[in-house]
């Protein structure tokens, strides 16, 4: 390991607070990054901007360990809060999990974006959104000026084209329950890509979809040549003080009109067989996952089938805990558990095999990762619910899982 630099504070002020959207409304100017959501799960916000560094990694074996130098190069750890809780802002993208596993490779790809970005800013803003306290961090750091005045045009969506017709997914369907009926899989996440023209604002597009669906993992990020709009519900890991948590999500039922039919789309998605053998196969698995990096004996279900209430939606949360070993860092921990089974299916590298073969476009960002990162801090969301814009056009995937009961 390389010897880290002490991050230095420039300034950690307290100021008066506005909501994280209200805040990027005001001063969208800034280019940069927005990590957002719900009082409930995500007590804290974050925004960056004024780059000091910014990584791209493709996708050759050495892709870990140029992210692994790039985490050890600072040290956050003597920082006060919140400046502690600030550092690399970025994504992480499914088709990592090809260095880290031999996979076919018969899928395409359909717009291009690095498989990962790490980005460190010089200027931070932090909300407690509980509390209602916000302040602004800057770090003794070089950095570009990415203060960008932009106009906000219309948004405009043009008609929606999706992979496959329906029929063709059904047979898609068909042919993973061979499989199953075959073991060599239990579960499989099936997806498809859906591509439209655009044009207008990717912040706009954020905003709307921020405001019909307040997803406690949401995220803006902008680059050069393309935006990420992420409405994520799901946490893939969080540690703290080596205090490790992951909450993989199966199990989805809509919201009813009144809360009658609150509770009885509630009770529906609580006593549903498959959708609870789907959420405990991939509790188990994560649980092994983390078993491999966590002290012995501190794997811990705390739930094993939680029910938590969204905007539009009711989900069914797996909650599983474990204490980091002392001598595992925060990017062999991703490495670990990476990608989130909740989004492979149950065995990982089966389904992860079953995919490619199934799936006709390369997932990329999608079921991937967006994370903040330093040395002694992870917070990071499964990227589902997450739109690409690049070039006029606007990338997005669905899915979910099959079983023999599909």
């Known amino acids: 390991m390389q010897n880290s630099i002490n991050i230095e504070l420039v300034q950690l002020i307290e100021r008066p607070y506005s909501s994280p959207i209200e805040w990027k409304e005001q001063n969208n ?47 956050f750890t003597k920082l006060p809060f919140p400046a502690n809780r600030c550092g690399w802002i970025g994504y992480l993208s499914y088709e990592l999990g090809r260095t880290l596993e031999v996979l076919p490779d018969d899928t395409i790809q359909n717009y291009s974006i690095p498989n990962a970005i790490f980005t460190l800013y010089k200027n931070y803003r932090y909300w407690d959104n509980i509390d209602k306290k916000c302040w602004e961090i800057e770090f003794l750091l070089e950095a570009e000026n990415s203060a960008k005045r932009t106009s906000f045009p219309k948004l405009k969506l043009g008609e929606i084209k999706q992979e496959c017709s329906k ?17 060599d899989v239990y579960e499989v996440n099936l997806t498809q890509q859906f591509t439209a023209n655009f044009s207008g604002s990717t ?33 893939f890991l969080h540690c703290e003080d080596r205090n490790i948590l992951t909450r993989p999500i199966k199990g989805t039922a809509p919201r009813g009109k009144s809360l009658l039919e609150d509770k009885k789309q509630k009770e529906a998605l609580l006593s549903s067989e498959k959708d609870l053998a789907e959420l405990h196969m991939i509790v188990d698995l994560l649980r092994n996952d983390l078993s491999k990096v966590a002290e012995i004996g501190s794997v811990n ?34 490495k670990a558990c990476f990608p989130g089974g909740s989004i492979t299916g149950c065995p990982k590298i089966a389904s992860m095999t079953v995919i490619e073969k199934m799936e006709t476009y390369k997932r990329q960002l999608y079921t991937g ?26 990338f997005v995937n669905s899915g979910g899982a099959i079983t023999i009961d599909s």
């Open 29 to 75: 100017y800034l280019n940069g990054a927005l990590l957002t959501g719900t009082e409930e799960m995500s007590q804290f916000s974050l925004a960056g901007w004024n780059i000091a560094e910014s990584i791209s990694i493709s996708d050759d074996k050495s892709s870990w360990e140029t992210i692994a130098s790039l985490i050890d190069k600072y040290s």
């Open 369 to 394: 990762s967006i994370f903040i990162m330093n040395n002694r801090f992870l917070e990071s969301s499964i990227a589902i619910r997450t739109g690409i814009i690049q070039d006029n056009r606007l």
């Open 167 to 183: 029929d063709e997914y059904c047979h898609k369907v068909e042919t993973i329950q061979d499989n199953i009926l075959n073991g």
């Open 301 to 334: 279900v705390l739930n094993p089938n939680q029910l938590q209430t969204f905007s539009n939606v009711f989900h069914l949360v797996g909650v599983i805990e474990g204490r980091l070993k002392k001598e595992i860092s925060m990017v062999e921990l991703i």
């Open 203 to 235: 912040w706009k597009l954020f905003k709307a979809l921020y405001s019909q669906n307040r997803a406690p993992f949401s995220a803006y990020l902008e680059y050069e040549n393309f935006s990420i709009c992420s409405i994520s519900p799901e946490e």
